[in-house]
């Protein structure tokens, strides 16, 4: 167990624009900052983060909270898990008690791979640097490639003993289970064809240099392993295969090393291996990340879209390997992002172009000679081209089927206009050309009825209801509850003038004329209190009951509302509802109305009458209320007149605050 002392010192130092923009790239949005969703995909920002109340807001999803709430929904973590996070990211020593060898079992699915995972990168890594044969042949292999111990150290490199049960045996002396190092893939597990109920482990990275493959926030989902020897019949390259924790085409490696840079930098080197990645690293380019040889997917360019609008992909003179790559470039085109792509001399690759100059040439090689898309394909492709019309219009079909791929109109036409000078054909044709593509693509995805079959709500008339829902009715009650609890969160601690009317005498028998208004100083919270005091009202939301009991409870000891406490609440009901509350006047900075010279009023302006509007409308509800169940439940003839008496009381009293809310009936 962590200790209270220990979670508090982690919430009094994460800061949650911190902790989120190690994860997406969040822009300036007046006191607040703006990013696009990580948990959806969206091209128009709707994830909001306030520095000012340590909270964050998905409005795509819903989803909202603080920094711990955050690293729990993106990472999957544990509530323990997410605090270790945060302590080690702020350097906070974790008072905790040691895990049994019964509790590691003991933890969840998930959690258990997360932490064998973590021991084998810890174990491989420990035997690189150790054990004789992981120095003599492990690290001679990286040294030979001109890794330095800072840079191994950084990617926490290690080797897999070329024996056929090392590390298997060393997990299951350390207490973790055969189950956990099957699925994560560490240990390959087989019938033994020997005996009928027997089986044998033994260890799937065998003989190989390791690379832990992280998460983005530093977590080892899974390995790839190179083979140092000449055996024709294994891969040179072995990953971990697809588990819970780990799947291939969502992660990139050196993505946790290189996402502060990324943003820092507004772009994303893209390569092929783990070893271009370290050696762009240890050249200084830090922005650097690697699809890890397999094909570029979608989620994989989403990942890079919450830090960057910008890839450049880093190709070696390797022509056959780059057609092979070409469609990479349509999928990043296709998430709205800028794609450029820079071609190494031929012979080299990153890494071995890392290595032959210092890390000055390299940036600027880097700066200088990446081009756009369109420059890219026609000088790749125009040589064999060029003598050839069929060839040549089989090209400027190819790049008109890239520039389609674009999401933004005005993008479209200023590549269009470039394809345009660049192949030398006129616009109006590549215009054509592209609305034939889109034309073609609708009817593709468009799928046509079949007119001689009646529809599918005459042949099943049950399914007329379902296809229009109907609208849920407004809880007007909790509206009006949720707006009381909103007010006490955000302005509780305001003191406002408020008027108090000073009845006169009665002038007509249905209604009650204030001969003057009296106004007087005090604190939102009190006022809100003394009003539900006197009327004896009572939460009906059990919710929103907890939250206010609380608020009275703090205002009785501190004379303060402390918002914090709700914000990084243990119940996590509660902690949500207050964040969605806490932002939802947050929205109108998404849509820039001010730059847009929409005037978004100022609500502590009319703070007083926000403050009893609420207290009335909640009045009124009742009210109304008591009347409906009066009317309704009148069994008895004798009582009808007794009634009738309340109900005209209250129906009086429901249009007094009719006049206060200046409502007419």
Not at 600 to 617: F, G, P, Q, T
Request: net charge negative.
């Amino acid at each position: 167990m962590i200790s209270r002392d220990t979670i508090d010192k982690v919430f009094e130092a994460a800061r949650v624009e911190e902790v989120i923009g190690e994860f997406v790239q969040l822009k300036k949005a007046g006191s607040n900052w703006k990013g696009l969703s990580p948990f959806s995909d969206e091209r128009s920002p709707s994830f909001m983060v306030s520095p000012v109340k340590q909270i964050w807001k998905d409005f795509s999803t819903g989803k909202g909270g603080n920094a711990v709430s955050f690293i729990m929904e993106h990472e999957h973590y544990s509530y323990p898990e997410a605090i270790r996070y945060l302590a080690r990211k702020y350097n906070i020593e974790i008072d905790e008690t040691e895990q049994t060898d019964e509790q590691k079992e003991q933890a969840d699915e998930r959690e258990s791979m997360f932490l064998v995972s973590e021991f084998a990168s810890g174990y491989f890594h420990k035997t690189l640097l150790e054990d004789p044969q992981g120095k003599a042949i492990g690290l001679s292999y990286f040294k030979e490639r001109g890794f330095t111990d800072k840079i191994i150290k950084k990617f926490q490199l290690g080797y897999s003993l070329n024996e056929w049960e090392a590390f298997t045996s060393e997990a299951l002396n350390k207490g973790y289970n055969l189950k956990y190092l099957e699925s994560t893939g560490l240990t390959i597990v087989k019938q033994d064809l020997l005996t009928s109920t027997g089986t044998k482990q033994f260890d799937r990275f065998k003989g190989r240099v390791m690379f832990p493959i992280h998460s983005m926030s530093g977590r080892v989902l899974g390995f790839g392993g190179r083979i140092l020897t000449n055996d024709k019949k294994a891969a040179k390259y072995l990953n971990s295969p697809d588990s819970d924790i780990y799947h291939k085409s969502n992660v990139l490696y050196g993505i946790h090393y290189a996402k502060q840079s990324i943003a820092k930098e507004d772009n994303c080197y893209l390569v092929e291996g783990y070893t271009d990645v370290i050696s762009m690293h240890q050249s200084g380019i830090h922005n650097v990340v690697s699809s890890s040889g397999t094909a570029l997917t979608e989620n994989q360019i989403r990942l890079i879209n919450r830090l960057t609008k910008n890839i450049t992909i880093l190709f070696d003179g390797d022509a056959a390997g780059i057609r092979a790559s070409i469609r990479g470039i349509d999928l990043i085109l296709e998430q709205g992002m800028n794609v450029r792509v820079l071609m190494f001399p031929n012979g080299d690759d990153p890494d071995s172009f890392a290595k032959k100059v210092s890390e000055e040439e390299l940036k600027e090689y880097l700066q200088n000679n990446s081009q756009d898309f369109i420059n890219f394909k026609v000088s790749l492709l125009m040589e064999e081209a060029k003598n050839d019309p069929v060839k040549k219009a089989g090209l400027i079909r190819d790049i008109v089927v890239s520039i389609s791929k674009i999401p933004d109109s005005i993008q479209r036409e200023v590549y269009i206009q470039e394809c345009s000078r660049i192949m030398d054909i006129s616009e109006t044709v590549l215009f054509s050309e592209l609305a034939q593509l889109f034309n073609k693509a609708k009817r593709e995805t468009s799928k046509k009825p079949d007119y001689n079959e009646p529809p599918m709500d005459v042949l099943y008339p049950e399914m007329a209801l379902q296809k229009t829902p109907q609208l849920e009715k407004v809880n007007e009650l909790k509206k009006y509850e949720r707006e009381i609890i909103k007010i006490l969160l955000l302005y509780g601690n305001n003191e406002v003038e408020f008027e108090n009317f000073v009845a006169s005498e009665e002038v007509d028998s249905n209604k009650e004329k204030p001969s003057r208004k009296e106004f007087f100083l005090n604190a939102v919270s009190n006022e809100i209190y003394l009003n539900l005091q006197e009327d004896e009202i009572e939460f009906t939301d059990e919710t929103f009951k907890q939250i206010y009991y609380e608020i009275i409870h703090q205002l009785n000891q501190n004379e303060l509302v402390k918002v914090d406490s709700f914000i990084n609440h243990s119940k996590t009901e509660i902690a949500h509802l207050v964040t969605n509350i806490l932002m939802d006047d947050e929205k109108h900075t998404l849509s820039n109305w001010e730059r847009k010279q929409v005037i978004v009023k100022s609500k502590e302006k009319d703070l007083s009458k926000m403050v009893l509007d609420a207290i009335y409308n909640l009045r009124r509800v009742l009210i109304e209320q008591k009347i409906t169940s009066l009317v309704t439940n009148v069994s008895v003839e004798e009582e009808r007149d007794q009634i009738l008496e309340t109900v005209v009381n209250y129906t009086s009293l429901k249009l007094r605050l009719f006049e206060r809310l200046n409502r007419v009936i």
